[in-house]
């Protein structure tokens, strides 16, 4: 509608490709393309294999892919519930206590993943809470960075959700629990999904925070893609990065699925 | 997850009482205000009655503080100010869902997971009533709206009419003493709300015990359904009374005008307090104890009771006023004159005309003394009403 | 007969002022306690280990320290410069893409923004690796040159580099800038554009006077959100895996990890917390500002059972 004639906006589509394609299409596909080759030297890879997913589909790289998955399971249960329960507190607050409470749970996203990886090694290498060096402490970074993201996406959908059907049932006498059981968490259902596959994601693809204190024992695939890579086996690690995406995306579809069904408008 | 704000709970009613002596409804001086200091004051110093089974209209323009009224009694707005009461039950600081109220809201709020039974069931379930009673309640309370076909569907398969009626279902079926209903029918279209007007016309009928409290801008609505109508404007009670009181003896220009069409025509009382002085002639109205000789007041006369012609053609006592025709519309089965009369606007509504005077022309009008109502001046600004 | 008197009278109830507030905050206490315990009391430790040098006491030694150390300057300087330069690139890209999938609507054009929405799913790092093997040096690109010219090497070897960086930043973080543009673009009614276009506006005219205002405080929340994201984004760093590259995050991990030198770690680590903190305060307030974004208006608040 802005650019009418017919010529220009041929032109302003084919810039369009030429910026998007190599920018947004091509990385993807060339990871794809890489974890089925055995070498790449010239404009395409050679040699079409199965090899890299062999590999992974048995050891330590399956090992990672199941650590990964139980993590951010946790983590984004943890997370959501959390989350949940602060969205839900703050939503009945006064303004002001609503504003403290919105600030405490969107820090995580502010603070370097990094820095929240030091902090619980910082905090969390000596007694009472001995947690360096077991996997509770790879699931507690996790749940700490993405609970931001659930609290955030609760609170905007508490405040799409018409104040008149809670005001409706607490007019027909039921107590605010019933109301919460009732009525506000099955509307809120979709964007509760929605928020868990967000959360999933993120934490199937965190780097930074586990980097600082993974276990020996509780490698997630990240790290995994990393130490492949770093030791130049960059086919294998194309293959891991698939798998992780792969994942990662099932999940999400998953989600969306039960998100369709559970929507009621 | 815990449900934030849960008060302590009180020891819970089983199941409905018994059918209590009808409950009524008071407001005792409310006043809302808000702001850091309330300076922003939606609802002033409310007085106002609701007898046991009585269909009260709260009547007024946006922002005029009907809504707000309603919403103290259900207990989503907190009084800054004076009492709520419930039946002789002081409900000010109750909860909403311990007021025991049924409430009908302008979209309907069904909940959009539960089928349609399953929303009428709502109020029963949250009030723990045997599981036995339930269906029994739910049915009866379908049959009573005719919804009964269609318990099994999601809200989202239905009419707006139909909602509005399973709306009314599910505040019904927790058979409460008191029925909130907030503009339930403005989300209709023109001819769905009529035949709802009779339809909540009958349910009155029907269930002679509910007190109901009816929040609308539609004075049709209001006139049609009401026992009695209290005016509100600009966050004031102004005036309060029957349907045929407020059309045919409205006690403030506001009223007269918002309540129907008037002419307002600003008038002296004659110093013998025998008619009135209109731009220096006198009109014979009746002028009633309150009124001082020689106040200024204004006559309020009905566009409809206001006929062509000097005299009425079959005679009798008639006041006459000549003066410009200035616009004329045909509305069907009347036609609306506009008529200059010394610089004073005066609407007449006669039945349809063979022959519509010309605009410019001078014509002659006249009415009734019986059809004018003389309104001091001075009871316009501070409403009148006492409930 | 349905009758009346849904609930026994009880007593006379006392006036409670506000008591549901108060219930309200009780409530929000646990989640805020278990926050405080395993976010707030860490931080609280990496700040107070800070001033905390190794031979005891507590000084501001350690940051006279670090801030000698001339690879913490650099680092400074090259997540400051890295930052800056993305979020310039990843608003100038972002902003073109979305006018074009906006306001120039091709087939496929919603599936496409869909298909960039999936970046925001997906780690930052697996950029890096793709551009591996796009630029690097027995990459496609590179594969492409030696195959038509003959000779060796390919031209491009940038990857190692801060730019291989750079590249990689702005690729991932534009689709942060896109989501909430094409929000506050789906709000831009076309009815203005028609009326701009019928006054005799040329396109680029509409878009300046017409669009970009709409669209600025989307843009500016934006910005500022890519440039929080740039200077806390350590996956790309580590992946490029370049010497001379070395930014804030990396530093805190190379410092706590490598040297063992915690109490430097957390030097820098509170220097980034400021400056990113900061920084997503201030994005807050510009959101709030904007009314918490377009995309959080087009929900439609009043929608009941319909």
Redesign the interface.
Same mark, same amino acid.
């Given at each position: 509608m802005l650019v009418p004639s017919k010529s220009a906006r041929r032109a302003v589509h084919l810039l369009f490709l030429v910026l998007v394609v190599p920018v947004f299409a091509l990385p993807l596909l060339v990871i794809v393309a890489a974890s089925f080759a055995t070498d790449w030297s010239g404009v395409l890879p050679s040699g079409a294999t199965l090899a890299h997913y062999r590999d992974i589909a048995h050891g330590e790289a399956l090992d990672a892919l199941l650590t990964s998955l139980a993590t951010a399971l946790a983590a984004s249960l943890g997370a959501l519930t959390a989350g949940t329960w602060a969205a839900l507190a703050a939503e009945k607050c006064g303004r002001r206590t609503r504003r403290i409470i919105d600030a405490l749970f969107l820090l995580p996203v502010a603070v370097p993943s990094v820095v929240v990886g030091l902090s619980l090694l910082v905090a969390f290498s000596r007694p009472p809470l001995l947690l360096n060096g077991t996997p509770q402490i790879v699931i507690l970074a996790h749940t700490v960075l993405v609970t931001a993201f659930a609290y955030q996406s609760v609170t905007a959908a508490l405040s799409r959700l018409d104040p008149a059907y809670e005001q409706s049932a607490a007019g027909l006498g039921a107590r605010p629990a019933y109301v919460l059981w009732r009525v506000k968490l099955p509307l809120l259902l979709p964007s509760l999904t929605a928020a868990a596959g967000l959360c999933f994601a993120l934490s199937m693809g965190e780097l930074s925070a586990t980097m600082m204190i993974y276990p020996p024992d509780w490698l997630p695939l990240p790290v995994q893609i990393f130490a492949a890579t770093d030791r130049g086996s960059l086919f294998t690690g194309a293959a891991l990065a698939v798998a992780l995406m792969a994942a990662t995306l099932l999940v999400l579809l998953g989600v969306s699925r039960i998100r369709t069904k559970a929507s009621y408008r | 997850m815990p449900a934030p704000a849960a008060p302590a709970a009180p020891a819970r009613n089983p199941a409905p009482a018994a059918p209590g002596p009808a409950s009524g409804i008071r407001f005792d001086g409310v006043s809302v205000s808000y702001g850091r200091h309330g300076e922003h004051t939606v609802l002033d110093a409310l007085d106002l009655t609701v007898a046991p089974g009585e269909v009260l209209a709260l009547l007024g323009p946006s922002g005029s503080g009907k809504t707000t009224a309603l919403r103290t009694v259900a207990g989503f707005v907190q009084p800054s100010a004076g009492r709520v009461l419930i039946g002789d039950r002081d409900v000010t600081g109750l909860p909403p869902h311990r007021r025991g109220i049924g409430m009908v809201v302008q979209q309907y709020a069904l909940f959009p997971h539960m089928k349609v039974a399953d929303n009428v069931a709502f109020g029963l379930r949250a009030r723990k009533t045997p599981r036995a009673e339930i269906p029994g309640r739910v049915a009866e309370a379908l049959e009573m709206t005719g919804m009964a076909a269609y318990a099994g569907r999601h809200p989202r398969e239905l009419s707006g009419g139909q909602q509005q009626r399973v709306a009314l279902a599910r505040a019904l079926a927790i058979r409460p003493g008191v029925l909130l209903l907030d503009e339930p029918l403005s989300a209709l279209d023109a001819q769905l709300r009529s035949g709802m007007l009779a339809e909540l016309a009958r349910l009155h009928r029907e269930l002679p015990g509910v007190s109901i409290l009816y929040v609308t801008h539609d004075q049709i609505e209001a006139l049609t359904l009401a026992d009695r109508i209290a005016v509100l404007d600009r966050a004031r009670l102004r005036d309060c009374g029957t349907p045929q009181d407020l059309y045919r003896r409205p006690r403030t220009e506001f009223t007269a005008s918002f309540v129907g069409t008037a002419n307002l025509l600003p008038v002296t009382v004659r110093a013998d307090r025998d008619g009135v002085d209109f731009a220096g002639r006198r009109l014979a109205v009746p002028v009633g104890d309150g009124t001082a000789g020689g106040a200024a007041a204004t006559l309020c006369v009905r566009p409809h009771l206001v006929g062509l012609g000097a005299r009425p053609p079959g005679g009798g006592p008639a006041n006459t006023l000549r003066g410009t025709v200035t616009e004329v519309q045909w509305r069907g089965s009347t036609h609306r004159l506009y008529v200059a009369v010394d610089g004073h606007r005066v609407l007449a509504d006669p039945r349809e005309l063979r022959t519509t005077p010309a605009l410019g022309e001078e014509i002659a009008l006249h009415f009734a003394p019986e059809d004018a109502v003389l309104i001091p001046a001075g009871l316009t600004e501070d409403g009148a009403g006492h409930a | 007969?349905?009758?009346?008197?849904?609930?026994?009278?009880?007593a006379?109830?006392?006036?409670?002022p506000?008591?549901?507030?108060v219930?309200?905050?009780l409530?929000?206490l646990?989640?805020?306690a278990?926050?405080a315990l395993?976010?707030?009391?860490?931080?609280a430790? $990496?700040v107070w280990?800070s001033v905390s040098p190794e031979d005891g006491g507590h000084s501001t030694a350690p940051y006279t320290a670090v801030f000698a150390e001339a690879s913490f300057r650099e680092a400074l300087t090259n997540t400051v410069l890295l930052a800056a330069g993305a979020t310039a690139g990843a608003l100038l890209?972002g902003l073109?893409?979305s006018? %074009?999938i906006a306001? %120039?609507?091709?087939p496929g054009g919603r599936a496409?923004s869909r298909?960039?929405d999936?970046?925001l799913?997906?780690?930052?790092?697996?950029?890096t690796?793709?551009?591996?093997?796009?630029y690097g040096s027995?990459?496609?690109a590179n594969?492409?040159w030696?195959?038509v010219t003959g000779a060796a090497h390919g031209p491009l070897d940038f990857l190692h580099t801060p730019w291989g960086v750079l590249l990689a930043e702005?690729?991932y973080f534009?689709p942060f800038v896109m989501r909430p543009l094409l929000a506050a673009f789906s709000q831009v009614e076309?009815g203005q554009?028609?009326a701009a276009?019928s006054l005799g506006a040329r396109?680029w005219r509409?878009?300046r006077t017409v669009i970009l205002p709409e669209a600025l405080p989307s843009l500016a929340a934006g910005g500022a959100l890519v440039l $929080?994201l740039c200077?806390?984004e350590?996956?790309i760093v580590?992946?490029t895996?370049a010497k001379d590259v070395v930014t804030?995050?990396m530093l805190? +991990?190379t410092k706590?990890?490598l040297d063992g030198d915690?109490t430097g770690?957390?030097v820098v680590?509170v220097v980034?917390?400021t400056l990113?903190?900061t920084? +997503?305060?201030l994005y807050?307030t510009v959101m709030s500002r904007t009314g918490?974004g377009p995309a959080?208006r087009t929900?439609?608040?009043?929608?009941?059972?319909?």
């Open positions: - | - | 007969m349905v009758a009346a008197g849904a609930e026994t009278p009880a006379a109830s006392p006036r409670r506000r008591p549901r507030r219930a309200a905050a409530w929000s646990p989640p805020i278990a926050l395993v976010f707030l009391y860490p931080l430790l $990496v280990q890209l073109a893409l006018l %074009v306001f %120039v609507p091709f496409l298909f960039i999936l970046f799913a997906f780690p930052s790092f697996l950029i690796l793709a551009l591996l093997f796009l027995a990459g496609l594969g492409l030696t195959d702005v690729t534009t076309t554009l028609e276009a396109p509409i878009v $929080v200077l806390n350590f996956g580590l992946f895996g804030l995050p805190v +991990y706590a990890l915690y770690a957390c680590a980034n917390i990113s903190v920084l +997503y305060a807050r918490g959080f929900g439609g608040a009043h929608r009941a059972g319909a």
